[in-house]
């Protein structure tokens, strides 16, 4: 019995789970759908007032042009039989026409008589009967605008008119500029709302005089939805299909002009938006449920799961302990290393010098007190290295100095006892880890000191040559040479040995046919430590 409520429980739980995804998905599709819905509307209307602003600029350049040119004295002074006036009229429009591209004619209808445009019309022609003529004698604004067929061209054009008046104020004409519907598209042709939208110009009888896609210029729209949303003034959005096909739009008619703004953006566009969220959210939740469907069915193992997991950390101890003993070990063999180095190098330098000195103090005191004093800041300077070696830190010469700079103040010690160290870097990168200049350093300082201790060396050379991908170092000395030491069992030949294999690379020692002594390493620089290439050429012979 127990058993069989234990399965039911299981079972119930199920269905519990299975029922909450299916109404989770259900809730967020209505929710896609509004907040989406809701987001465009809010794109539509926020394009809308950059397109208001770009709209209106265009239009009232016009205005301004015609403004100008109405109530230029030469249009009232006009008559037919002076040809001279006529000509500077034209001239007058063609300074307008030929800088902006945007306008394909000026005109100027007297109302009785002969019509001055820019482009050619039959003199005989008689346009004080046209509606638009009539339109802008008429009008009660300042400015008239229409869109219809030029008289001249026979283009579809939108007119900017304004009647002009002699000095008494009554109308003796009509002056207006056409503009091409298509050079009026160039306005809509590049915006983008959203991904695929985009905004149209309407004229008054909501015929479409610009849009990115010429084929539809013209084409009149017959929407209840538009006139509607025109007629009410609402500034929510609607549905209609616009230039085949079914789009969300908002349109708002433009102060003081006869022109309507449409912003639309294809409603598969939003269905598509829809779906993805949907298809996204499903995705998600499906992955969710299957999720929790495994941790239910793996919820049996999870004894055996803390088994293994107690096991593994036993064997983490384990391993950190060898860890643990391994840094301790190398941090050791580093310790030895340095300290060999360092004392070394000090200890080597100071025998001899005090071997000079005892030499030299029956003969010439001077001489024995500055050997002395060589001494003494040799075993000062010992000393500290050896503090330094055992906090961890860099040679105080190396961290005070580029490695050349370094080099030569190791040369140096080793000069005041008489032996000759030349020195010479092709190129030196400084943008090279400190890790590797240490590493040449330490292999300099003991190589100058195995010279002076073991070699009775009175010359030596160290050669360095930085390339792109590898670091080389040639040291060699004149000294007796040992066959012994080629072999590199010393302490402070395995030294060096190690240094250079932390750094992946390779040396070799050997005594050319017993005489000197001579090391050679290369050492590879991987790319990622490089970095920017700072270089210098610098040699030097001391």
Not at 212 to 223: A, E, R, T, V
Not at 474 to 489: Q, T, V
Not at 527 to 533: D, H, L, P, R, Y
Request: aromatic share 10%.
């Amino acid at each position: 019995m127990k058993k069989f409520i234990e399965a039911n429980n299981s079972l119930l739980i199920r269905n519990l789970i299975v029922l909450l995804f299916i109404l989770l998905n259900v809730a967020f599709v209505f929710i896609s759908i509004i907040i989406t819905n809701n987001r465009f509307e809010v794109l539509l209307e926020q394009s809308m007032t950059q397109q208001l602003a770009v709209v209106e600029d265009f239009f009232r350049y016009p205005e301004n042009i015609i403004n100008i040119l109405s109530q230029n004295k030469d249009l009232s002074m006009y008559e037919e039989k002076d040809r001279f006036l006529r000509a500077d009229i034209l001239s007058l429009f063609e300074s307008v026409i030929v800088p902006d591209s945007r306008i394909s004619n000026i005109y100027y209808v007297p109302m009785d008589k002969e019509v001055i445009s820019y482009k050619f019309i039959d003199s005989n022609t008689d346009l004080t009967d046209k509606s638009w003529f009539k339109k802008a004698l008429e009008a009660k604004t300042p400015f008239t605008w229409v869109s219809h067929k030029s008289d001249f061209t026979n283009d579809d054009v939108i007119s900017c008119l304004k009647k002009v008046v002699d000095k008494y104020n009554n109308p003796i004409g009509v002056i207006g500029l056409d503009i091409e519907l298509f050079k009026l598209s160039k306005l809509v042709k590049d915006v983008k709302i959203a991904n695929n939208g985009y905004f149209m110009i309407l004229d008054a009888e909501n015929k479409i005089i610009a849009t990115p896609d010429n084929k539809y210029l013209g084409h009149s729209i017959q929407d209840n939805n538009l006139n509607n949303a025109i007629n009410n003034y609402s500034k929510r959005s609607f549905i209609s299909k616009i230039s085949g096909q079914k789009s969300k739009c908002i349109v708002y008619q433009l102060e003081e002009l006869p022109w309507k703004i449409i912003n639309t953006i294809p409603a598969s566009e939003i269905t598509y938006s829809i779906i993805s969220y949907v298809f996204l959210f499903f995705f998600f939740s499906m992955a969710s449920l299957v999720i929790a469907f495994m941790m239910y069915s793996k919820n049996r193992i999870t004894e055996n799961s803390n088994r293994e997991l107690k096991n593994a950390n036993e064997k983490l101890k384990e391993y950190a302990s060898t860890v643990e003993e391994i840094a301790v070990l190398r941090e050791r063999n580093r310790l030895a290393r340095d300290v060999h180095d360092t004392l070394g190098q000090t200890l080597s330098i100071l025998i001899t010098l005090l071997q000079l000195s005892l030499m030299s103090c029956k003969k010439d005191i001077k001489e024995t007190e500055e050997n002395l004093k060589n001494a003494i800041k040799i075993t000062g300077q010992g000393l500290n290295e050896v503090r330094r070696s055992i906090s961890g830190l860099v040679p105080e010469k190396l961290e005070q100095n580029n490695l050349f700079d370094a080099l030569e103040k190791l040369i140096n010690d080793f000069e005041c006892l008489g032996m000759k160290v030349e020195l010479s870097v092709n190129k030196f990168d400084k943008s090279v880890d400190t890790e590797y200049k240490e590493t040449i350093y330490r292999i300099c300082q003991e190589a100058l000191t195995n010279s002076v201790k073991h070699g009775r060396a009175t010359k030596a050379t160290i050669i360095i040559k930085f390339t792109d991908s590898c670091i080389k170092l040639f040291i060699f000395d004149d000294g007796i040479g040992c066959k012994r030491k080629s072999e590199g069992k010393g302490f402070g030949l395995q030294g060096m040995k190690q240094r250079v294999q932390k750094l992946k690379g390779e040396i070799k020692f050997g005594s050319g046919d017993q005489n000197g002594f001579n090391i050679h390493v290369e050492i590879p620089i991987e790319k990622s430590e490089q970095g920017s290439v700072s270089v210098y050429d610098k040699s030097c012979v001391s």
